[in-house]
């Protein structure tokens, strides 16, 4: 009788708050926005993971693809499908392949793929597989088929992929966290389809082994690079933001540099698109095809100057100077050349292992990683329907944690009840991100592994490098003090909306 009372009591406070939240927010709002306004994330702020102050900052590095260049979706369809015709001509897959076109909202980044079950997943910061993100081709393994594979959700350490994502040393899984890599998840799952759909004896080594190949070709060989560069309207959007930053800086007299893996004819091409034919005045020191991440850990390669028309030099370089473009090198070298070390250096890149996770470990530099996703995840979780969706998922897990304590029937029927009510919730909330695997950065309530990564590797991050166009540089970021799990959240917790209501406007744009 007791149990009975205390449940009604708590679920009465829970129906309460989220009546109230529910009539508060519905009176600021007209059916058609559907945002939660006086709660809602800015999608254009700066997020902290380790405090950082601007003001410290006196060099600011770039990658260039997905860092001052954002593409669009043609660009993963044009990556799919020649990858798809290398393996038909290059590797004698069946034809029938040719019927497989990219689907765009098919995977999210950060996924792991068992190479030797040829199974695509999401992993949470635990090592735990996130039940119903687990794929075979373009169909669901059901739950019980994955508990009887892997003897549970988790998967051990030796078996997870290496450092920097790769399947490799005996390693059987590869983590996908380049934006590039999408075209190769869909790809892969592609070719996995159809082999079961005509029940096609393969082995999954073998498959994983050349779609990596003709991915590789795709770009080695120039293919994509030369088809960007012959319809760059196409393929290239959001120009006039970066070169908004870029001046910005440069106004400043701040010092600026470019280490990228893509070619010189192709971020040429890109930034006089972006910027103009002067582009390379805003930059101190340019670096093309660097091999990152063996840039940041290979000692033994030079840099070597390239001449406008592509032509390599064989001078040795004593210096890197302004307006030259030079080729691979080493961060080493680049530091002694420069001088430019430590925490007076902020690098931005889009990859967490090959852009940012050696400069933070090993070199103290600053680290902002782009995360272009970050935009449209911030959109839906300041709807009204993801808000009142959360907010009753989280009252139902703390009404189930303190009912478990009573024993009595009537208590006990009511916990099972709510605890199907969670279940059921759990899935829809991974909906409205992406049918198959959900957010990029959460499981069900865990974050991702990609999360736990971006947390350890970058002092910031945001959706684009034109969120910096809303601060001076003088700011300071501070990542949100929330309650370790055995802290009582004694001080004044930070809402969403009081971190990001508004990102600080620029001073000098006033």
């Known amino acids: 009788e007791t149990g009975c009372w205390f449940y009604m009591s708590l679920i009465t406070e829970g129906l309460a708050s989220c009546s ?45 693809d997905y860092t001052l260049a954002f593409y ?40 792991h793929y068992d190479v030797q079950k040829a199974l695509l997943m999401k992993i949470d910061a635990f090592h735990y597989i996130q039940l119903g993100t687990v794929y075979r081709g373009l169909h669901p393994v ?5 508990i009887a594979m892997y003897e549970g959700c988790h998967i051990p350490l030796e078996i997870m992929s290496d450092f920097y994502g790769k399947s490799s040393h005996g390693l059987s899984m590869k983590q996908f966290m380049d934006i590039f890599s999408l075209p190769e998840m869909t790809l892969l799952s592609c070719v996995n389809d159809f082999f079961m759909k005509h029940n096609i004896d393969y082995e999954p080594v073998h498959l994983y082994k050349d779609v990596k190949e003709a991915i590789r070709d795709v770009h080695v060989k120039g293919i994509m690079y030369r ?27 701040k010092k600026m540099f470019l280490i990228t893996n893509s070619p010189f004819d192709f971020v040429n091409r890109g930034m006089s698109y972006i910027v103009g034919e002067d582009w ?47 080729k691979q090198g080493n961060l080493y070298e680049f530091l002694r050349l420069t001088g430019w070390r430590g925490s007076k250096v902020l690098y931005f890149g889009d990859h967490i292992y090959s852009d940012l996770a050696d400069l933070t470990l090993k070199h103290g530099w600053r680290t902002g990683a782009i995360i272009p996703e970050l935009r449209k995840e911030i959109k839906i979780m300041n709807t009204e329907e993801y808000v009142q969706m959360m907010t009753w998922l989280q009252a139902l897990s703390g009404l189930i944690e303190q009912m478990q304590v009573h024993r009595d029937p009537a208590s006990e029927a009511v916990v099972d009840e709510w605890i199907k009510e969670r279940e059921a919730m759990r899935p829809q ?29 970058a002092d910031i991050y945001m959706a684009s490098i034109s969120c910096l166009l809303n601060y001076d540089l003088q700011h300071t970021f501070f990542p949100r003090r929330t309650p370790l799990q055995h802290e009582s959240p004694f001080w004044p917790e930070h809402s969403s909306a009081a971190v990001s209501s508004a990102a600080p406007q620029d001073q000098s744009r006033v």
């Open 20 to 64: 109230t939240f529910r009539t508060s927010s519905e009176a600021a709002l007209s059916p058609r926005t559907k945002l939660i306004s006086g709660n809602s994330v800015n999608p254009d702020t700066i997020f902290a993971n380790n405090e950082m102050s601007l003001r410290d900052i006196e060099i600011y590095g770039f990658d260039y």
């Open 72 to 111: 669009s979706r043609h660009l993963h369809t044009l990556i799919f499908n020649i990858a798809r015709d290398i393996l038909i001509t290059k590797h004698r897959y069946p034809e029938g392949l040719r019927k497989y076109e990219y689907i765009p909202d098919f995977a999210v980044r950060g996924l």
């Open 142 to 146: 059901p739950d019980e088929e994955v």
């Open 227 to 253: 088809a960007v560069e012959a319809d760059i309207e196409k393929y290239i959007c959001y120009g006039e933001q970066s070169h908004a930053v870029l001046k910005k800086l440069s106004a400043l007299g």
């Open 280 to 326: 390379r005045d805003l930059f101190d020191v340019v670096i093309v095809q660097a091999d990152k991440p063996g840039f940041f850990n290979d000692r033994r390669k030079p840099f070597r100057r390239v001449t406008d028309k592509g032509a390599l030099l064989w001078d040795r370089i004593h210096r890197l100077d302004k307006g030259q473009i030079y």
């Open 429 to 457: 909330t991974k909906n409205f991100f992406n049918a198959q695997f959900g957010s990029l950065f959460r499981t069900y309530h865990n974050p991702t592994y990609f999360s736990r990564r971006l947390s350890r590797f």
